[in-house]
């Protein structure tokens, strides 16, 4: 098979994903021939990704669970998989692996490829809430020809539970753009300037926090240990930066709500990140949940230490000790002695900020990620290196019924 000739889905819930996920991956297939569309819901950077010359397609997608939404999308996929008789098919985010695959055995698309960004049945999901998601996990690991996890912790534990067999996941890893998130070319004209255009004071100790707006990124935690902190430090302010999107949990973050009018500055939805890491001393993220968190590979290739918690993700992302620190989840007194402790301590944060941009040169390359994803389209679609061939729709169904034992 041409594989330059392959047409292929990727597909997400929302437009977002695109943007802030996977656009290198979008291109670096398309640099390899690949004739790519894009799937997910309404928003506006699906014209951007028109405008750039890739085919897209809306469809009902969302990131909420509404079932009758859910049922109108998974329709519309079914539709559009059939219509364009793609040879591959490939989901992200964990709703869109549901439907997208389900959608894509149904349509029988040849090959269906999943990223899992975190497999939905962690250890910090109390029971039942767990039994339920770890058949969701079964299910969507069971439905895909191939699996790619970003996480290593969520390669073993599949096997483990035997969701898969491990010829049939392998580890991905995150990556970013390092010549964007390049901290020498970013302060090249000094910090100052950028800290008074983002609205930060030029001498504060700043302390950012990078997430979408949901309690269970910490922003609780986060916000206690601000108030705390700028009690024991006058020059201490606080950034926080999250995202519009909708979550079943969204929270307002409002400074004179929090006590901290003149002591934070919130910003919502940029596109100058880079700028925004390059601003600050330390990243906080207290999060509850995780895949694997771009904000802080990224703050990582900004040279900025990172005091996150000891979860899935967050232990790939940060060398304790030596690029950041971890903390058990939900501890205040813990999160408040690491972030105290490093502000307290520049040569300690140098030192940190000097090791995580050489681990991020090792490590976080995009285009490793980006070669991955294409070596593995090519070996489904050719069937080299032993590829398992897919199932077809039958073959997916009985697999999705019996996947404790794949």
Excluded at 19 to 29: F, N
Excluded at 248 to 257: A, Q, S
Aim: with cysteine.
């Amino acid at each position: 098979m041409n594989t330059a000739a392959a047409k292929i889905a990727v597909a997400a819930n929302v437009p977002e994903s695109f943007r802030l996920l996977l656009r290198a991956q979008l291109d670096h297939a398309r640099g390899a021939g690949f004739d790519v569309h894009c799937v997910s819901g309404p928003g506006a950077y699906l014209d951007e990704l028109a405008r750039a010359g890739f085919s897209v397609h809306v469809v009902p997608l969302t990131r909420l669970v509404r079932p009758d939404e859910d049922v109108r999308a998974l329709v519309a996929l079914v539709r559009l998989f059939r219509r364009e008789r793609f040879a591959l098919v490939h989901t992200h985010t964990p709703k869109t692996a549901l439907l997208g695959q389900l959608a894509a055995r149904l349509a029988r698309v040849p090959r269906v490829v999943n990223t899992v960004h975190g497999l939905l049945s962690h250890d910090d999901v109390p029971e039942p809430r767990r039994s339920a998601l770890a058949v969701v996990d079964h299910v969507t690991c069971a439905l895909s020809s191939r699996i790619l996890s970003q996480s290593r912790e969520d390669v073993e534990r599949a096997v483990a539970r035997r969701m898969c067999r491990r010829r049939r996941i392998r580890h991905l890893g995150q990556g970013i753009d390092l010549a964007r998130f390049d901290c020498d070319r970013v302060l090249a004209a000094g910090r100052d300037a950028l800290r008074v255009r983002l609205g930060l004071p030029p001498a504060a100790l700043v302390v950012a926090i990078v997430a979408r707006f949901t309690r269970e990124k910490g922003y609780p935690e986060f916000l206690a240990l601000a108030r705390r902190l700028a009690r024991s430090r006058t020059d201490a302010h606080f950034l926080v930066v999250g995202t519009s999107l909708r979550e079943r949990d969204t929270l307002r973050v409002v400074p004179g709500e929090q006590g901290l009018a003149g002591r934070m500055t919130v910003l919502v939805d940029r596109n100058d990140m880079p700028e925004i890491y390059a601003a600050a001393d330390l990243v906080v993220l207290p999060t509850h949940r995780e895949g694997f968190p771009r904000s802080l590979v990224e703050a990582s290739a900004m040279g900025v230490p990172v005091v996150t918690t000891a979860i899935r993700g967050c232990r790939e992302a940060v060398a304790d000790g030596e690029t950041g620190l971890l903390v058990p989840v939900g501890d205040g007194e813990a999160l408040y002695a690491a972030v105290a402790g490093l502000a307290a301590d520049p040569s300690r944060r140098l030192r940190m900020s000097e090791t995580a941009r050489r681990r991020a040169r090792v490590e976080f390359d995009e285009r490793r990620i980006c070669e991955r994803v294409v070596a593995l389209y090519e070996e489904l679609l050719t069937g080299a290196n032993g590829w398992l061939p897919s199932m077809g729709c039958g073959g997916a169904a009985a697999a999705a019924a019996g996947g404790a034992r794949r």
